[in-house]
Nanobody, 123 residues
Framework: QMQLVASGGGLVQAGGSLRLSCAAS????????MAWFRQGPGKERELLAVISRNGARTYYADSVRGRFAISRDNAKNTVYLQMNSLKPEDTADYYC????????????????WGQGTHVTVSS
């Protein structure tokens, strides 16, 4: 399994933007579907966005579609999440995940998780 480390979180005002990064090591990044998740206080982990191995396909949850954008750089073994128009309800711990099983948009297929990064959006 790959090791994944997310970074880029922090404190931002509502309406602001953040860009999260997730660096992968210990595996073949380019053959993995990658995804971003979040878990807010007292909530279950939520799938936010998925990107295919070559970046040609993406998926977004309704809660972030139109505000967040997932991308990847296979040369740098890194996946990104650009977050715009942030809302207080986006406050959560953000994680990236990977799967070598194919392109899936269900959390149950993601078998590798990384260390999260915290995002706080103030009103």
């Amino acid at each position: 399994q790959m090791q994944l480390v997310a970074s880029g979180g922090g404190l931002v005002q509502a309406g602001g933007s953040l860009r999260l990064s997730c660096a992968a090591s210990g595996g073949t990044f380019s053959i993995n579907t990658m995804a971003w998740f979040r878990q807010g206080p007292g909530k279950e982990r939520e799938l936010l966005a998925v990107i295919s191995r070559n970046g040609a396909r993406t998926y977004y949850a309704d809660s972030v579609r139109g505000r967040f954008a997932i991308s990847r750089d296979n040369a740098k073994n890194t996946v990104y999440l650009q977050m715009n128009s942030l809302k207080p309800e986006d406050t959560a711990d953000y994680y990236c995940g990977s799967t070598g099983l194919g392109y899936y948009t269900d959390i149950k297929y993601f078998t590798s998780w990384g260390q999260g990064t915290h995002v706080t959006v103030s009103s």
